[in-house]
């Protein structure tokens, strides 16, 4: 039933699937692509994006972006707000890793200074993070200092000597969402979340040396610190396996007031519950202390990232937060319930969340691209309030890890980043397989729809000397 011949092509950007399309829609369904990209979308992230048009209480449209591919639930690049009153809350909205996130950090050197050292310097920082699924580091932290990174989040880290108030005044939230209560976080997802505070994770998790290599927006990049030639590090991960627990448990939970509150939907991995009841309201606050959690293990990366630099190059050298951004939230934003699964936040210039700095230009929105290719800054627009202020989060999926590492080897990859002059370090042959360029679209031609669209504005674009990958 669900064809892509049904799209009514709104623009060469924007793609609609009218409300009539399916009885059970309350809202339309959007979809930013070009045609070309729409041919690489999966028929079933399309039921998706129709599914959540389903959803109580829904506003405006279900979105999504042009990085769109299929999830639990909600697609991965969708964006769907709720009316406070009267709509719900979804985990499958947010995902199981709660405000996976992209931090840039920019450095005062060049390319040409850096290259000696760029194999010393990938390798400190592979070792000092540790990355891999569900490894830790050493040191166990207490119960009682997990439940205050849950409520403090890297402010709380700040206090402890760890960074610099700039580290908080330029991450969203400052770093730390308010409304947490560490209670309706459950004891095993505390337990999973002791060992990994400065820890990658796996999957598509990496940390990356990069050149700027183009500026486009020569206001913004200045106002963001970013210059031709310069050395920057962008680190992308999330909350591990505290956020996943946290997204199981409130799955169940949520399940079970589907019945209780008599919601029926086409898809159970959708489960949800009214905001305003207890479940919602537990959900929305446990969803806060795993983004809590997850600045704090990015804020955590950075402190050990910069060691590593300060080893290799001296104690003068030196990293600074250009900005940190999740693309896994539920936030409350303007009495709706904004739900953004794969697609980052994107606010306009003269926001009042923004840093001073930026206020002027806009928020920056970081997008990283697949493994060897070119990832970007861009920053938001006032006409991206058509989605929410929401733009894409990276190139996405376009065939799975399976298919991936099918098609090619980890050698393989390897070897042709390398004849690229693109270094890899990673412990698993088989995760820098999954992750191929190849397994992903082209994130040039995402970042023009979104740009096209008016959603967010080019700002630079930065091309990978070194990835360290999670396994």
């Not at 880290?157 to 409304?179: A, N, P, S, W």
């Not at 990232?305 to 600074?320: H, N």
């Not at 309030?385 to 065939?399: L, N, T």
Request: proline share 4%; net charge neutral.
């Amino acid at each position: 039933m669900n064809s892509k011949k049904d799209l009514v092509k709104i623009s060469d950007w924007l793609w609609e699937l009218p409300k009539s399309f399916r009885k059970d829609m309350r809202v339309p369904s959007h979809i930013y692509a070009t045609e070309k990209l729409l041919e690489k979308i999966e028929p079933e992230a399309i039921t998706q994006v129709v599914n959540v048009a389903t959803l109580p209480g829904i506003v405006d449209y279900s979105f999504a972006m042009p990085d769109i591919h299929t999830g639990y639930g909600f697609v991965i690049g969708g964006v769907a707000a709720m009316s406070a009153e009267s709509g719900v809350i979804s985990p499958g909205g947010v995902g199981y890793d709660i405000a996976c996130s992209v931090r840039l950090l920019r450095s005062y050197l060049s390319a040409k200074e850096i290259s000696p050292y760029i194999d010393a310097l990938a390798t400190e920082i592979q070792k000092e993070v540790p990355s891999g699924l569900g490894r830790g580091r050493q040191v166990k932290l207490s119960r009682t200092e997990i439940d205050k990174i849950l409520e403090g989040g890297a402010s709380y880290l700040v206090e402890q000597g760890y960074g610099t108030k700039e580290d908080i005044e330029y991450c969203e939230e400052r770093g730390r969402m308010e409304g947490v209560d560490p209670t309706l976080v459950s004891d095993h997802a505390k337990q999973r979340g002791r060992d990994q505070v400065g820890t990658l994770g796996s999957g598509n998790h990496f940390m990356e040396i990069q050149v700027v290599d183009e500026i486009f927006d020569k206001e913004a990049a200045e106002a963001f610190g970013l210059l031709d030639g310069q050395i920057v590090l962008m680190i992308h991960c999330g909350s591990r396996g505290l956020g996943h627990q946290i997204a199981t448990d409130y799955i169940k939970i949520m399940i079970r007031a589907m019945e209780k509150y008599d919601i029926k939907l086409p898809d159970r991995e959708l489960t949800c519950a009214p905001f305003n009841s207890p479940e919602g309201q537990n959900y929305f606050a446990a969803m806060k202390a795993g983004a809590n959690f997850s600045w704090a293990n990015r804020h955590m990366i950075t402190h050990y990232i910069r060691q590593a630099w300060q080893k290799i190059l001296g104690e003068d050298a030196r990293l600074e937060l250009v900005y940190d951004v999740s693309h896994n939230t539920a936030k409350l934003e303007q009495g709706r319930v904004v739900h953004r699964k794969g697609a980052t936040r994107a606010f306009p210039p003269g926001h009042p969340e923004l840093p001073e700095k930026y206020r002027e230009v806009g928020q920056p929105v970081l997008i990283p691209g697949s493994m060897g290719t070119a990832s970007w800054v861009l920053v938001g627009q006032k006409e991206g309030e058509q989605a929410f202020f929401s733009s894409c989060h990276g190139a996405g999926r376009a065939m799975s890890r399976k298919e991936a590492t099918r098609r090619v080897s980890g050698q393989k990859v390897i070897n042709e980043l390398k004849s690229k002059g693109i270094l890899v370090k990673c412990f698993s042959s088989r995760g820098i397989a999954e992750e191929a360029p190849l397994a992903y679209k082209n994130v040039d031609e995402v970042v023009e729809v979104v740009k096209e669209a008016g959603l967010s504005k080019k700002v630079a674009r930065l091309l990978p000397l070194a990835v360290i990958k999670g396994e």
